[in-house]
């Protein structure tokens, strides 16, 4: 029996691994305290890529004669990619190789992965596909308090608010163990409130329900701050006490009354006024935004107005109180905390600042000038690849860029014209089919590391069973990466020696591990960061006493609304959003290859009224179109949607293809929750353009 935890997304729930024969069983582990021995469909059949047919068991090279991929040897294939990436920093400069990482990666192999391109490779263009998840939230909140840490404050406080606002959230959907805290907190007497273009099974659990026109979650925000404004509502004591900014906020929202908020949002002003005296009537108020009001090329302003709404209250470093963001990837929070960003270095210090340089390189025995400064964020880093200036190779650990990448075409002609395209991974996704050598690794069962969940929470997989023969791990793969490249320092492959020693990189940073150990993590169900010693009980609630800024208080910051950066039109009339399934998680990789989870293939979700003006019935094929592509899929017919809206899965191939590619100026966020796009019959689309239907 081994307690670890799920694979998937960022509540990491405890289970536990049961060996039985050569069966690998999940079982319940009931006392980890953030499911409590609950889990959702994909936890419970999470062995079911042990012993697939599909599983990647050896080192594959593309053959240059024949162009289709080989079986080769680990030393082979290693020296291949070391000798074609030496050869490329030669001709090109350091900055020719690019690394590519995600974040379901495990803390040590993210810090690893930084540290292999600054290192070994002495590359700036590394980031992660984290970029795509909270990256809005996280600018958001560093700006406003200081820091980032995805919830300040335990999940089950969320059952002793007494107002949760949930914005752009479907956690009864992506994170199902989680949804009980909505239904206890009813059970206490709060108030559940959701807000997004669709009716999910999230807002079936809620009291108040508003579905406003995608990417108006902004205004939205700013007319219930005009509207706690006027009703004298703000508690003028706190902010007067811990916060600067709010003459400029107050300003700002007082253009936004309820009746230009519903031309803008959709939501009808009786409603705005509605959540406003909600909000100002209750002691505690909980806000709570996801990927739906993040993902947009105003991500960061968006989360900004909702934050500004909970500072007007007075409720960040309440108890049962506050502000957070709910994780979605795994490893979404630790995967950026600790090197495999762009802008930041281990421990969450940022690259360009010269104590932070200086601090890291003397943990990894080099000159603070040979680290590399500020790369390329996630997309403009895929973007370049193959151009002038641009990388000639890439590195992706962990990412099926393929399927997730926004204008996600664009992004497959640029890994076309690299020179290497190098993928590790379980399976041969959409990215891997693509690589010129493809290395096998380990997966969740089969090795132990750490990760950090929603909550702050440091939490450690352990490993339950060897991997298969021929397969290594990440650690193993960068370890002989570097070597072979002619690191100037040693790559441990044990994942505890490289937790010590991220937490050594990571001390006096803002997110520090110092003080937390693989023994006290079993002993503690999880230790909560900042933890600066082996004697710090770990940071479990933030913000009692202040906020992360030098001087202790939280900053206001006053925003405007610019809407989509693609908005609708004529030739292109409705609004298109993306989001994640009950039985698929991200890119479908993994999920799509298990047996029990249903996989009924991508769809699009319309409104009655827009079926029957464009034809069509449940089931029929529809095309959608936007401005970069098309994806022909059956018409789901709903009236949990807004008539102005549909929606598209984004687990296969073809949604990311329509996705926008604007980036938000702060986070570098792609607008991947709202483009411009037509829908058509299928049959009707292809008369028009004459293809077959």
């Not at 940022?350 to 500020?374: F, Q």
């Amino acid at each position: 029996m081994t307690d670890t935890h799920c694979p998937y997304c960022s509540l990491q729930c405890g289970m536990t691994l049961e060996r039985r024969g050569r069966v690998l069983e999940v079982q319940p582990w009931a006392e980890f305290p953030v499911n409590e021995g609950t889990l959702c469909r994909k936890g419970w059949t999470a062995t079911g890529l042990r012993g697939h047919r599909e599983r990647l068991t050896t080192p594959l090279v593309r053959d240059r004669g024949t162009g289709e991929l080989r079986a080769a040897g680990w030393d082979e294939a290693l020296d291949l990619v070391a000798g074609r990436l030496r050869e490329l920093r030669t001709a090109y400069g350091a900055d020719a190789v690019g690394v590519f990482g995600g974040g379901g990666l495990t803390n040590e192999k993210a810090y690893q992965l930084g540290k292999l391109a600054r290192v070994a490779l002495g590359t700036s263009q590394v980031d992660y596909n984290g970029r795509w998840c909270m990256s809005s939230a996280a600018s958001a909140a560093n700006r406003a308090l200081g820091i980032d840490r995805g919830l300040p404050f335990p999940l089950v406080d969320v059952e002793h608010t007494d107002v949760l606002v949930l914005v752009g959230s479907n956690l009864a959907e992506t994170m199902p163990p989680a949804a009980r805290h909505l239904d206890r907190l009813r059970a206490n007497g709060g108030h559940v409130v959701v807000i997004d273009p669709r009716r999910t099974p999230t807002a079936d659990r809620a009291d108040t329900f508003l579905q406003p026109v995608p990417g108006t979650d902004l205004p939205l925000a700013l007319g219930v701050l005009h509207l706690l404004d006027a009703m004298g509502a703000v508690d003028e004591e706190y902010v007067e006490a811990r916060t600067t900014g709010w003459d400029d906020v107050r300003r700002s929202a007082a253009a936004w009354w309820p009746e230009r908020v519903e031309r803008v949002t959709g939501v009808p002003a009786t409603s705005v006024r509605a959540l406003a005296t909600l909000l100002a009537g209750a002691d505690r108020v909980m806000v709570l935004t996801a990927r739906g009001a993040e993902q947009h090329a105003q991500g960061t302003d968006t989360v900004l107005a909702w934050i500004d709404v909970a500072l007007a209250l007075g409720m960040p470093g309440k108890e049962h109180a506050g502000y957070g963001c709910l994780t979605g990837q795994g490893n979404g929070q630790g995967g950026r905390e600790h090197g495999q960003k762009a802008d930041q270095l281990p421990g969450y210090r940022m690259i360009d600042d010269p104590a932070a340089r200086e601090h890291v390189a003397a943990v990894w025995g080099v000159p603070p000038e040979s680290l590399p400064g500020r790369g390329r964020s996630a997309y403009e880093l895929l973007d370049a690849l193959g151009t002038d200036g641009g990388p000639k190779a890439l590195l992706v650990f962990g990412s099926n860029i393929v399927v997730s990448a926004p204008n996600a075409t664009h992004v497959a002609s640029r890994l076309a014209d690299l020179d290497l395209l190098v993928v590790a991974d379980i399976v041969m996704s959409e990215t891997a089919a693509l690589a010129d050598v493809v290395l096998p690794v380990t997966q969740w069962a089969e090795e132990s590391g750490t990760m950090t969940n929603l909550e702050g929470r440091v939490i450690l997989r352990q490993q339950a069973v060897a991997p298969p023969a021929g397969v290594r791990s990440d650690l193993d793969v960068i370890a002989g990466l570097a070597a072979r490249v002619g690191s100037p320092v040693a790559f441990s492959t044990d994942p505890e020696e490289v937790f010590a020693e991220l937490g050594r990189a990571s001390s006096g940073g803002r997110a520090d591990y110092a003080g937390i150990t693989y023994d006290r993590i079993r002993d503690e169900h999880g230790v909560f960061w900042p933890c600066p010693s082996a004697d710090h009980p770990g940071t479990p609630r933030l913000f009692g006493s202040s906020f992360a800024h030098d001087d202790g208080r939280a900053r206001f910051v006053a925003v405007q609304h610019r809407g989509p950066a693609e908005p609708v039109d004529a030739a292109y009339p409705l609004h298109l959003t993306t989001g994640r399934v009950l039985g698929q998680y991200q890119s479908g990789a993994q999920t799509r290859r298990v047996r029990e989870l249903v996989d009924d293939g991508p769809f699009v979700e319309l409104h009655p009224m827009l079926a029957q003006r464009i034809g069509a019935y449940d089931g029929e094929p529809v095309v959608i179109t936007t401005r970069r592509g098309e994806l022909r899929a059956p018409a789901r017919v709903v009236d949990t949607i807004r008539p102005d809206t549909v929606f598209v899965p984004f687990h296969w191939v073809g949604a990311n293809r329509l996705t926008n590619d604007a980036l938000d100026p702060a986070s570098r966020m792609p607008e991947f929750k709202v483009c411009a796009c037509a829908v058509a019959v299928a049959a009707r689309a292809a008369e028009r353009t004459g293809t077959p239907a």
